[in-house]
């Protein structure tokens, strides 16, 4: 059950990085660039097989810190 629940949060992550970055016409290039990179990790992280909870977690602080820097 609780790999389902995280692949639930990470489609949510994923779809909200997408819907960010379609409506980017405010949004600078290097936001951008911050946004694709993170959305990058999250996609490959949904495509690995085998990934165990060490794989998912330095993916997601990889990403809470790219996000980080984008709201800063």
Known sequence: MARIKQCQNIDRLIHSIKSITENRCS???????????????L????????????????????????LAKFFK
């Open 43 to 66: 996609q490959n992280l949904k495509r690995k097989k085998g990934k165990t909870n060490k794989d998912i977690l330095e993916v997601v602080v990889k990403t809470v810190e790219l």
């Open 27 to 41: 949004l600078s290039e290097e936001d951008i660039n911050i946004l694709d990179e993170a959305l990058t990790l």
